[in-house]
């Protein structure tokens, strides 16, 4: 007697194309971070050294190399490691809200309604498609050519520049200040490019019902903003602040000196050390800052 076919029931088609669909995360997750992860835990635990005949050799150490880490070893411009991890970390913090605030305030200018809307969106994100460092480029061409000791990158060859240091003599303690800020701007428009994207597509999911809901119950341009975007982006947000952390910990120097330490001073163990403790700094700073959004997410769900 031929048996009936067994059919796989939905629950468990549904459980293996969802395997289907991640496995190629999970194989790159395996081969391309846990593999090496597993290895640089276990260097730091090390002093690995150079063989006679080639080769990697290991000298268990335990936790020493984290010990000599904060306590010996210093950073290429001789700064303590607690000290770069203290200022790595305040530049974090203080750069976080000023990057995704002005990229919410983009993304609410570009979704405005006006002539010449597309052109004022392709300026914008001309940096972003050509990369900051040409942009600054053609800025340091149309703006100078002159070289002027200044401490400053963009400005300090500018014409106008020269002209009010060398003609009116305008005190660069006065100068500096205003140039830093200037060039600061440009930095700040690089690094909130994808934000400013991502919000002006969340801007532009609110349904036009909402908006329409609080004009006709009296609303000001305020209290909508405050009662109906602000909860409407609330997870978008969420996205933005994890994706803006983990970017500027990918420019942190602290990836600089692990380097360094690997592989210009032969210290693979205190390099392998260095990049455990700031993978772990890194988590725990993602940790607390998906905590705090969280329950700021969960309240506008209410």
């Given at each position: 007697m031929k048996k009936p076919n067994k059919k796989l029931s939905f629950r468990t088609m549904w459980k293996i194309h969802g395997l289907i669909f991640v496995s190629p995360f999970l194989i790159g997750f395996i081969a391309f971070f846990l593999l090496p992860l597993v290895n640089t835990i276990y260097y730091s635990l090390n002093n690995v050294g150079?063989?006679?005949?080639?080769?990697?050799?290991?000298?268990?150490?335990?936790?020493?190399?984290?010990?000599?880490?904060?306590?010996?070893?210093?950073?290429?411009?001789?700064?303590?490691?607690?000290?770069?991890?203290?200022?790595?970390?305040?530049?974090?913090?203080?750069?976080?809200?000023?990057?995704?605030?002005?990229?919410?305030?983009?993304?609410?200018?570009?979704?405005?309604?006006?002539?010449?809307?597309?052109?004022?969106?392709?300026l914008f994100f001309l940096p972003i498609i050509l990369g900051i460092d040409v942009v600054m480029d053609m800025l340091t061409i149309t703006t100078g050519g002159t070289t002027l000791d200044t401490g400053s990158n963009l400005l300090s060859g500018s014409y106008v520049t020269i002209f009010l240091v060398r003609t009116l003599n305008v005190p660069m303690r006065v100068l500096y200040p205003i140039m830093t800020y200037v060039e600061n701007i440009f930095d700040l428009i690089s690094q909130a490019g994808v934000q400013t994207l991502v919000y002006l597509t969340a801007l532009q999911s609110i349904s036009p019902s909402l908006y329409e809901v609080s004009k006709m119950e009296g609303a000001t341009a305020y209290e909508t903003f405050w009662k109906v975007t602000i909860p409407s982006i609330m997870n978008i947000t969420f996205f933005v602040v994890i994706y803006t952390i983990v970017d500027l910990f990918l420019k942190s120097s602290i990836a600089e000196e692990a380097y360094a330490f690997a592989f210009t001073q032969g210290k693979i163990g205190v390099g392998s050390a260095l990049s455990v403790v700031y993978m772990g700094n890194v988590i725990l700073v993602l940790a607390i800052a998906a905590l705090l959004l969280r329950k700021a997410v969960k309240k506008n769900e209410k």
């Open positions: 150079v063989g006679d005949q080639g080769g990697m050799t290991f000298e268990w150490t335990g936790i020493q190399n984290y010990i000599d880490l904060f306590q010996k070893e210093v950073t290429t411009t001789n700064t303590t490691m607690a000290r770069l991890f203290t200022e790595e970390n305040s530049t974090m913090l203080l750069s976080l809200p000023l990057i995704v605030v002005f990229s919410l305030f983009m993304a609410l200018l570009a979704n405005q309604k006006f002539k010449g809307r597309a052109i004022v969106r392709l």
